[in-house]
């Protein structure tokens, strides 16, 4: 008898997995190394709240090329297919102005929440999927990529299975939450030191559905960014007001304990006055959820100094704390603090103390950066780091 095949989910990827796998496609198109209609169409499933679509759109604005956000659920067939007008000899039909028409023109066209749109329109955009044309009438310029989204069954969103037609048409992908290619991404785009570092210290809240009310607010990291805008809007000074809008956006239960974090751990300017003034004391707290929160801060004021001279003085005072963190907090700190920026890495590593830091925390940046599933040159700055270390 033969072997049992043991079918897993092997295609769950990362966002940042998700994001590499759209620019492989994109620049094959674009550099002409696969032409339109033979690159398959990428549909990406996932729970609500994980920026599937957010992805897409932040990478179209990043290529400068054009986005068409299709919601099917939104939509009549004959949205998609043209407006029947009569004509002397019969009938002719209009198709929607929306449609790029340029030949030249370069683009994304997502079809967002997929799922959530009923059969009839499903089979209305086939042929759009498919063959990149509606019939004779209209065809997709071959500078425009082609890609869906959706909600799975499960996750008790509006969903509605999906035709084996339509899913045959598809090169398909499940995205999954991660914490350490969200932490990136959440330093990039200036999220709340206090999220972050919530979140460093309960990974698990990143996203959570089990045992959750999906109808009110859950934790997500849509969900999150809202709590970080509301955390800079509000402040800490009213908890009252903040645990309003804290439990609205991620429910009761994260919400009691995400306060609780931030109350005892509203340490940003106690950090900011360390880094800037080498007369006080270095001191690293006993807590693991206090010195998360300490690393979030010293990472969130790094890059923010006013002039040259508070810049050197930050930096200064990053290394002064990075030097007396265990080292796995030290080595997140660095990984965190280089980003995917270039300039910012050259400013750490050209830094008087990184020799130091290297001898001390080397050992565990490169375990972390090996073991860093985010980001596909975390193995030569790996090396680079242990040889700087030697």
Not at 258 to 266: I, P, T
Not at 313 to 339: E, K, N, Q, V
Not at 341 to 364: C, F, I, N, S, V
Request: charge should be neutral; aromatic fraction near 8%.
């Amino acid at each position: 008898m033969g072997k049992s095949i043991q079918i897993n989910n092997h295609n769950a990827i990362t966002a940042r997995d998700f994001e590499s796998m759209l620019r492989l496609q994109l620049n094959a198109l674009w550099e002409g190394k696969c032409p339109a209609d033979k690159l398959p169409p990428l549909m990406v499933w996932g729970a609500p709240g994980l920026g599937k679509s957010s992805i897409i759109r932040e990478l179209a604005r990043e290529y400068g090329v054009g986005f068409l956000d299709i919601r099917l659920a939104q939509r009549e067939p004959v949205d998609i297919r043209g407006l029947p007008v009569p004509d002397k000899d019969g009938v002719k039909w209009l198709v929607s102005a929306e449609w790029p028409r340029d030949p030249k023109s370069r683009g994304i066209i997502l079809f967002d929440e997929l799922t959530a749109a009923d059969r009839s329109l499903q089979v209305a955009a086939y042929e759009l999927i498919l063959d990149r044309r509606l019939g004779d009438l209209y065809s997709v310029p071959d500078g425009w990529y082609i890609c869906a989204a959706g909600n799975r069954v499960e996750d008790r969103a509006v969903s509605t299975t999906m035709s084996s037609a339509l899913a045959n048409r598809f090169l398909h992908v499940e995205l999954q939450s991660d914490m350490e290619c969200w932490a990136k991404w959440a330093i990039a785009h200036d999220v709340h030191p206090a999220v972050i570092g919530f979140l460093r210290y309960r990974p698990e809240l990143l996203f959570a559905q089990k045992d959750e009310n999906l109808e009110r607010g859950w934790p997500s990291p849509r969900s999150w960014e809202r709590v970080s805008s509301m955390l800079s809007i509000i402040g800490t000074g009213n908890l009252r007001q903040l645990g309003s809008a804290v439990f609205g956006l991620v429910g009761n239960r994260v919400g009691v304990e995400f306060l609780a974090f931030v109350e005892v751990n509203d340490s940003l300017e106690d950090t900011l006055a360390m880094m800037l003034n080498p007369k006080v004391k270095v001191q690293i707290p006993a807590k693991a959820d206090r010195v998360y929160a300490l690393c979030s801060a010293m990472v969130y004021h790094l890059w923010r100094g006013k002039d040259e001279k508070e810049r050197a003085a930050l930096l200064d005072g990053f290394y002064r704390i990075a030097l007396a963190l265990p080292s796995s907090y030290a080595a997140m700190s660095m990984i965190d603090a280089m980003g995917d920026d270039e300039q910012r890495a050259g400013k750490l590593y050209m830094h008087p103390q990184y020799k130091a830091w290297a001898e001390r925390h080397g050992t565990a940046l490169k375990k972390r950066m090996r073991n860093e599933r985010c980001d596909d040159d975390s193995a030569a700055d790996a090396d680079a780091v242990a040889s700087v270390a030697q």
